[in-house]
């Protein structure tokens, strides 16, 4: 996600403000305004507005709260965070990878609904302390903002918990029917089928709602019942992706005609003859029979022209300890999670030490959309074999 501001590092955890989060900013202090004003009229504007923006920043650190409790427990059982974005609709953490377990899914899942839950009581617990009573509208700017602040919070913890995923609450049942099932992708689509009912519920209340009379209120009910909607599709379509992915063998898209180049070539032979005639962006190098590494249109381009007649392919190249090398069997999701990791767009196969082939993305981009076009069920696998080309020399 761009346009965000960076606010700084939480325990190695980026935290980015996206610019949309001002356009909600704007709306709480006003709305906040209206209902200060209307519940506490004797209050003069300057504490209105001061109240009104107090709120708005704690409610800001306790969406960021919220998020964090997401991000520590995944932190804790194991996986990498990148960071944190607040947007408009609330907060994401950026994981590395997904939970590999379904307890693991549940902890980090339910922490932010937890973590607000405690907020909310108490804050409002502070304002019983401070004298506010439940029966009762706060008197004092203080016990206003608390009591605002915990009702705020348990509506998002009670929100987040429906369960439609991708919210909290459908990965919590996610992780539910994954223990029980040992089945993670049955478990998305269960969970991003329910996500598909309520998000209907929802829009169908909202339009119902709307006819009865309660204007605005029924369309925002409706509008999110479509944001619950589509993203619950858009989940369901990347576990069929990934499942796909996931069934096919590197084996089966890997290009075994890869051209070969020797260490010595200079990076001017180099252009002229592979780059320029063959359009492929990706060789390896070789000394006698043995691979060293790998050049790329990419690597080239970091030469300076005048260096080219200079420069070996040996000196320009990735050398292959710095590859990460993938088997024949590694499955194709898996190698493009390493790709991406890694930001390179191919990586070499090799069995028993020995140079399969190389698998890029644009390949493995190319190989989706001929199934798609082929409408080819998930479960077809092509038969091995009679897969024509070798390594190939350059001249
Ligand atoms: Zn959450």
Redesign the pocket.
Known sequence: MRSTIKLGKISGIEIGLHYSWFIIAALIVFSLGEHFHHVNPEWGPEKIWIAALVTAALFFITLLL??L??SLVAQRRGLKITGITLFAL??VSQMQDDPSDAKTEFWV?I???IA?LIIGFGCLALAMGLGWHRSVQPRTAVTAVLVWLGYINIGLALF?MIPGFP??GGRVLRSIIWGISKDADRSTRIAARVGQVVALLFILDGIWQFFSGAGFGGLWIAFIGWFLMDAAKASYAEVEASEELRGIRVSEVMSRDCIIVNRGTSLQDFVDTCLLTTGQRCYLVEDEGRLLGLITLRDVGKVPRDRWNSTTVREAMRPLHELHIITPDTSVLDALKLMARNDVNQLPVVSNGALQGIVSRAQIIRLLQVRSVLRLPTTYSPVPQSHSGTLRRSA
């Open positions: 919220h998020e409790a997401h609330g907060g899942a922490a932010g609904p607000s987040n919210l909290d």
